[in-house]
């Protein structure tokens, strides 16, 4: 059984950080396609960053050079480092993981590539 737990969220000051973590169990993060995605609210689900299993990195435009996704092997953990928060990227946070093997057909960025979902956690940015 596949789990992902996210912490770190909470309330920060626009300009300020956070450091998401996403514990894995079941599947090891080093083998499979993760992703982070936040939903706002009345807003659609969108992918932050992805990670392959190669290391290869993709960040969506509003967050690049901001955060700054990484693995750790050992402890089965992916996290995201925020840095420079703006009130827009108040959102749930959700970390996924895709166990298909292959690519997925619908592109790493969509949201019905990935098999399993953390439960989210809160970030909220104040300006």
């Known amino acids: 059984q596949v789990q992902l737990v996210e912490s770190g969220g909470g309330l920060v000051q626009a300009g300020g950080s956070l450091r998401l973590s996403c514990a894995a169990s079941?599947?090891?993060?080093?083998?499979?396609?993760m992703g982070w995605f936040r939903q706002a609210p009345g807003k659609e689900r969108e992918c932050v960053v992805t990670?392959?299993?190669?290391?290869?990195?993709v960040y969506t435009d509003s967050v690049k050079g901001r955060f700054t996704i990484s693995r750790d092997n050992a402890k089965n953990t992916v996290a995201l480092e925020m840095n420079s928060l703006k009130p827009e990227d108040t959102a749930v946070y959700y970390c996924?993981?895709?166990?298909?093997?292959?690519?997925?057909?619908?592109?790493?960025?969509?949201?019905?590539?990935?098999?399993?979902w953390g439960q989210g956690t809160q970030v909220t940015v104040s300006s």
């Open positions: 079941g599947r090891a993060v080093s083998s499979n396609l």
């Open positions: 996924a993981l895709r166990a298909a093997p292959g690519r997925a057909p619908g592109g790493s960025r969509w949201k019905g590539s990935y098999d399993y």
């Open positions: 990670i392959r299993s190669d290391g290869v990195t």
